[in-house]
């Protein structure tokens, strides 16, 4: 059986078209693989570079935006080159317009013109507020000395010698101007009588001292009143037989005192003075008494050795002031807190009693 050549050209084709039937073929070129070329334009933004780059490349933004890490930690570190970096780093990015694999920024034909432009502008209005600035600066040649007057030409004139004022010294605080400013001041009254009656209270103070005796064998008392004769709620002495103390009036009032309630039944002697008048706190004494106090706070050690009632109050002006220090009945010895001066003291007593603030 004859053997066919596949290769040979048909039969009845004339010469040339059969050697170009035997030619072999070119080799075929093979398609381009899309994904084997890079991208020809970055995938960041020139507008966002151009931006971060002017308004924070001092901290190196712009840098951190394109992924260059390093050299964004450095411009960080050094606050942009001290300026020269963050300058430079303006001038690329409106020139070139790279990223870190050196593909154009996105946009960067699109917006390098007006980027050119604004950043211009902001440059030059910089530079005219600068020195528009400058300009109104307070000169230094205007403090330039005056030429000297010639002393042949005008007689030097004496200028006339401006006597300073006096100012006087603002007075001294005291325990008693304290007083004074806090509960008012008044002119001392002083009154006597025998068995009951009443006493009219000086007008102008909220508060002053008592000072009062009485040699009767019964029930001595002074209570005050308001201007309705109601009573204020405060009873200044209630013994009985002979009395010698001072005690105040108006530091626990519970209304306006008018009138003090005399009951007597033998002579008495009332002493109504304003409580700057009150001579300020001694170490010991007997009976109540009335005192000023300008000492630091501390304590206060207290002795008493009498039966009745011993009481301490502690008046500083303030409000709501809680000044009662201490309140027994008959003998007493121990230590209580005690506010800062300037304040009254007031002891209630019929004994001998001690006092020492520390």
């Known amino acids: 059986m004859p053997t066919t050549n596949r290769n040979a050209p048909p039969v009845g084709v004339p010469t040339s078209q059969q050697e170009q039937f035997l030619r072999p073929a070119p080799p075929a070129v093979p398609a381009t693989d899309a994904r084997m070329i890079g991208p020809s334009v970055s995938q960041k933004s020139f507008v966002v570079t151009w931006l971060f780059a002017w308004l924070l490349g001092v901290f190196g933004v712009d840098r951190f935006y394109l992924g260059k890490i390093g050299s964004g930690i450095a411009k960080l570190l050094t606050f942009g080159g001290l300026g020269i970096w963050w300058l430079v780093d303006i001038i ?12 154009q920024l996105a946009g960067y034909d699109q917006y390098k013109k007006i980027a050119w432009i604004v950043t211009g502008a902001v440059t030059v209005l910089s530079m005219i507020v600068s020195g ?3 300009s109104n600066a307070p000169s230094d040649t205007s403090a330039a000395v005056a030429p000297v007057a010639d002393s042949a030409a005008e007689p030097a004139v004496e200028e006339p010698i401006v006597e300073e004022p006096v100012v006087e010294e603002a007075p001294v605080d005291t325990v008693q101007s304290w007083a004074d400013e806090t509960f008012g001041t008044f002119a001392v009254i002083t009154q006597t009588g025998t068995g009951d009656n009443l006493v009219t209270l000086p007008a102008g103070a909220t508060a002053g001292i008592v000072t009062a005796t009485h040699d009767g064998a019964r029930n001595f008392s002074a209570s005050v009143l308001d201007a309705s004769n109601a009573s204020t709620g405060q009873l200044l002495v209630n013994t009985i037989g002979a009395y010698s103390g001072t005690t105040e009036y108006g ?3 519970f209304g306006e005192d008018t009138t003090l309630q005399i009951t007597a039944d033998g002579n008495w002697s ?3 003075a304003p409580i700057s008048a009150a001579p300020e706190l001694v170490a010991s004494g007997t009976g109540d008494g009335v005192y000023l106090f300008e000492g630091s706070g501390g304590k206060l050690t207290a002795t008493h050795d009498g039966s009745r009632n011993f009481s301490i109050i502690e008046e500083t002006g303030e409000t709501f002031n809680m000044g009662l220090l201490v309140n027994e009945i008959g003998a007493y010895s121990g230590t209580v807190p005690l ?3 300037p304040s009254a003291i007031v002891v209630s007593a019929n004994g001998n ?3 020492l603030a520390e």
Not at 96 to 103: A, F, N, V
Request: glycine share 12%; aromatic share 8%; net charge positive.
């Open 270 to 272: 009332l002493t109504i």
């Open 339 to 341: 506010s800062s001066g």
């Open 353 to 355: 009693w001690t006092l």
């Open 92 to 103: 690329l990015v409106l020139a070139k317009g790279r990223d870190k694999q050196g593909l």
């Open 132 to 134: 528009v600035n400058a």
């Open 251 to 253: 530091f626990s009032s």
